[in-house]
């Protein structure tokens, strides 16, 4: 994933506008203290971040991206974090770990690696709906029935399906023996 270099050159010249090469006016005007430039170069932001000079003219220029792994260095090395640099970055990591509640169907964080319910009233909701359905199941005869209808059918379609996968199986390595058949008989005629 490329990021956009433009927040982690902001980041790095800390309000300073950049230094025209072609006649700078900021430069002429003075510092801003004794010691910091009232403007910055390029190669001050690669010593900043301990990278070349063109690589930061090319983030600067728009031709190249910045690696989510260098992105996570030069924010380090500015003492920040990638995130205080890129916010769209936490939003991915967010989006990564969330899972959807299996009672509700809303996203969440999980805390722990077997969390399935956003929170104790889902899974409290879902566990009555399964009782429910295995009382409905076991008092209405004809509830019964129709998932037993139901579970048949699938089976039926499963076992369809199996065989003809079976079948399609079988001719589709009776066609590779006809034809290793038939290359070995050809190769014979030519041998002969």
Request: glycine fraction near 4%.
């Amino acid at each position: 994933m490329s990021l956009d270099p433009k927040p982690l050159l902001d980041a790095a010249r800390w309000g300073r506008p950049w230094h025209d090469p072609d006649g700078c006016t900021l430069c002429e005007r003075g510092t801003l203290s004794d010691r910091v430039p009232a403007c910055v170069t390029p190669a001050e932001i690669a010593k900043v971040l301990s990278v070349d000079v063109s690589t930061v003219q090319k983030w600067r220029s728009g031709k190249l991206g910045v690696s989510q792994k260098m992105g996570e260095r030069c924010a380090a090395t500015l003492g920040l974090l990638d995130h205080e640099v890129w916010p769209e970055l936490l939003e991915l990591a967010i989006a990564d770990v969330s899972r959807v509640c299996e009672g509700c169907g809303s996203a969440f964080v999980p805390t722990r690696k077997d969390h399935r319910f956003c929170k104790p009233n889902c899974r409290q909701k879902t566990a009555a709906f399964k009782a429910a359905k295995r009382a409905r199941y076991a008092s209405d005869e004809e509830y019964r029935e129709s998932r037993k209808a139901k579970m048949r059918d699938r089976y039926e379609d499963d076992a369809r399906a199996k065989k003809l996968k079976r079948r399609l199986y079988y001719l589709a390595n009776r066609e590779r023996e006809i034809a290793a058949s038939r290359e070995l008989r050809r190769r014979k005629r030519a041998a002969a």
